[in-house]
Each structure stands twice: as C-alpha cells, then as structure tokens.
C-alpha cells in the first residue's frame, strides 16, 4: 500500500492527500515531521514533507509526487491527458506556488506563529502577492474550477496555498487579497464543501493543537 508521510497540517502535505482522496486511492498516513536526523534525511533528502513511499521506495517534491501519481494510478484525472491543457494545468500549478504561496511563506513566522519578520520582507511579501493574484485572475479560468471544467492539480496548489496567502494579507497588511477575483472567492467556498475536503480540513484542525504545541516548544 502507499504510504504518505509527512502532517495534517503541512499544505503540501494536504495537496497529494486530497489527490490520493480524489482518485479513490487505498494509502497509509506515516507522521513524519521532517528534520535532519539520519532516520529523516534517509527518507526525504532536504528533510522536507511530504514523501511517498511505494514499491520500489521514497518519492520527495509535491510537485513530481503529483505527477507520479497521476502516471502510475488509476482514479479521476486530475492533469488533462492533451499535451498543451496539460501545460496550462501546470503552468497555473507552478505560478501559485511561486508567485503566492512563495512569497506569503516568507511571513508565516509573524502572520501565524507570534514571531517578528523584518519590514523590508514583509513589504517584498505585500508587493509580490499582490502580483502574484493578478497574474492568477488572468491566467485562472474558474469555469468553474482554476483550469477550466475539471478538478485538477492547480486546484491542489490553490486550495491549500491561496487561503494562507489571504490569511498573511489580512492580518499582516489588512488586506482583502482577492477582492478583485472575486471567482477564486466563490471557488474556494464550492471546494470546501466537498466530502474530501472537508474531510482533509478536519484532520487538520484535529493536528493543530499538538503542531502549535511543538512550534511553541521550538521557540
């Protein structure tokens, strides 16, 4: 059986959870914070979450997880099999990843977790997002899912990347991140009422305490 290493809370985490959900896929949860033991750098070269383990041993980077995934398994598509929607899926995937959860990442420290971020990160942070969301408005189709009509891997990005980037926005900056793509408000919301979802996101909240625990602990 596969087996997913790594915490409810991480996003990353959460993406190749909710495609190994999708695809109706039979897997295992390994807690798995990461590190630099041995024992962790033995499983995930940069110590980093998520991995999955198969047959013939460990698959590090959501993004090449995904993609393994989508090759090696059956279940719902979640890339289209056309060469070129398939690089839009893609494309939209990456500019997510790069140019919002990226940047929003560089004050988690301060947005979620008590700790001081510098002003000139913060105002690089407020500056790239703001980019980053248009650049997501004129790329992203919401007809009605971020690619067009099906669930695909930039939902995966989306989901788990755009509502921290908001959270960072508005208690950092005291900003709306998406007033003006209203579609990705409406699309988020549609999300989070699916079964799969809505399941990932329990599990989450059920892993925050001991997380929050463990990061106050590190402190």
């Known amino acids: 059986m596969i ?21 109706g896929l039979a897997f295992e949860e390994v807690p798995f914070y990461g590190g630099t033991s041995a024992e962790a750098l033995a499983i995930s070269p940069r110590g980093k979450v998520p991995v999955l383990q198969v047959e013939q041993g460990f698959i590090n980077e959501t ?3 995904l993609e393994y995934i989508e090759q090696s ?17 893609l494309a939209l995937a990456r500019e997510i990843e790069l140019y919002i959860e990226l940047p929003a990442r560089a004050c988690y420290g301060e947005a979620f977790f008590g700790m001081k971020v510098p002003d000139a990160i913060k105002e690089k942070t407020r500056a790239e997002l703001l980019l ?67 399941r990932v996101a329990a599990d989450r909240e059920a892993a925050m305490p001991a997380f929050m625990a463990m990061v106050a602990a590190k402190k």
Do not use: W
């Open 3 to 23: 087996k997913l290493y790594g915490f409810s809370v991480s996003n990353y985490y959460n993406m190749v959870k909710l495609a190994l959900l999708e695809k």
């Open 63 to 65: 993004s090449v997880i």
């Open 73 to 89: 398994q059956q279940g719902r598509p979640l890339l289209p099999s056309d060469p070129f929607q398939r690089a839009q899926v």
């Open 132 to 198: 980053g969301v248009a650049a997501l408005g004129r790329h992203g189709k919401f007809a009605p899912y971020v690619a067009g009509d099906s669930l695909s891997v930039a939902d995966l990005y989306f989901l788990y990347s755009v509502p921290l980037a908001c959270g960072v926005a508005h208690k950092l900056f005291g900003m709306d991140l998406l007033a003006e793509v209203p579609q990705a408000k409406a699309l988020l919301e549609r999300l989070g009422e699916t079964p799969n979802v809505q």
